[in-house]
């Protein structure tokens, strides 16, 4: 279907029967999604989401820090959630089961880019079709939210936490952006347009998230949140 198509049947009119029978079929679909979701993610320990670009080769330096973030995140008793495809997603899945942990993808169907990684584990391997339960599972079961550089998928999915966080509708997990060079002009814009020129955030708001250039620095992000809270991944 092209874009022009897409358009057009989004303007089509439906009769009513069309539209009460599309609308209700879709959320028994969406209901499944859920209840399917619930009941796999249930059952994994304490994980921490690793976010960032389906575009980025294996040979990438950004692909090859994943990789060493997951495995060290594994050692240390966390699981794994990546979106399960390629790039970035697949150096945190292929990290974690070189951690010998939990190794998650939550897949979606696209039309391109895509395709599940080979790194996940068996039983932890969902595919949705709808984003917003996909992003639900990425928010509701994980203890911190390690974002990698990448697209405006990526983009969504880091403001989409903060948001969350902010208005107080999940935990202030850590929220550990990686890679300086990628993060530090949007931090710029952020401290220097949307707080002191528009006023639209709280300073306060900035502790939100932390930067970091390492792995170790990001792993010691997670583990100083839950030393804080006198808890082990494996509690």
């Known amino acids: 279907?092209?874009?022009?198509?897409?358009?057009?049947?989004?303007?089509?009119?439906?009769?009513?029967?069309?539209?009460?029978?599309?609308?209700?079929?879709?959320?028994?679909?969406?209901?499944?999604?859920f209840v399917n979701g619930y009941e796999h993610m249930s059952r994994i320990g304490p994980c921490v989401s690793i976010f960032g670009s389906a575009r980025t080769k294996p040979d990438d330096p950004n692909y090859i820090l994943a990789e060493d973030i997951a495995e060290r995140l594994a050692k240390k008793g966390y699981g794994v959630i990546t979106g399960g495809g390629p790039?970035?997603?697949?150096?945190?899945?292929?990290?974690?089961?070189?951690?010998?942990?939990?190794?998650?993808?939550?897949?979606?169907?696209?039309?391109?880019?895509?395709n599940h990684n080979p790194f996940i584990d068996e039983d932890k391997?969902?595919?949705?079709?709808y984003f917003f339960v996909r992003k639900v599972m990425f928010v509701k079961y994980s203890q911190g939210f390690?974002?990698?550089?990448?697209?405006?998928?990526?983009?969504?999915?880091?403001?989409?936490?903060?948001?969350?966080?902010?208005?107080h509708k999940i935990g202030k997990f850590p929220v550990v952006l990686v890679g300086k060079d990628f993060w530090g002009g949007l931090i710029d814009w952020i401290k220097a347009t949307v707080l002191k020129k528009y006023h639209n955030i709280s300073e306060e708001d900035l502790d939100l998230f932390q930067l970091v250039d390492t792995p170790e620095e990001a792993v010691d992000k997670i583990d100083q949140f839950y030393s804080k809270y006198l808890l082990k991944p494996n509690f």
């Open 87 to 114: 790039g970035i997603m697949e150096a945190g899945n292929k990290g974690a089961q070189k951690g010998n942990g939990a190794s998650v993808g939550l897949n979606i169907e696209l039309p391109f880019e895509q």
């Open 1 to 33: 279907m092209t874009e022009e198509d897409r358009i057009k049947r989004a303007f089509k009119r439906k009769n009513w029967n069309e539209t009460k029978t599309n609308d209700s079929w879709a959320i028994f679909k969406i209901m499944s999604e």
């Open 125 to 129: 391997n969902l595919l949705f079709d």
């Open 146 to 167: 390690i974002v990698m550089p990448g697209g405006f998928g990526t983009l969504d999915e880091f403001f989409e936490s903060m948001t969350l966080i902010q208005t």
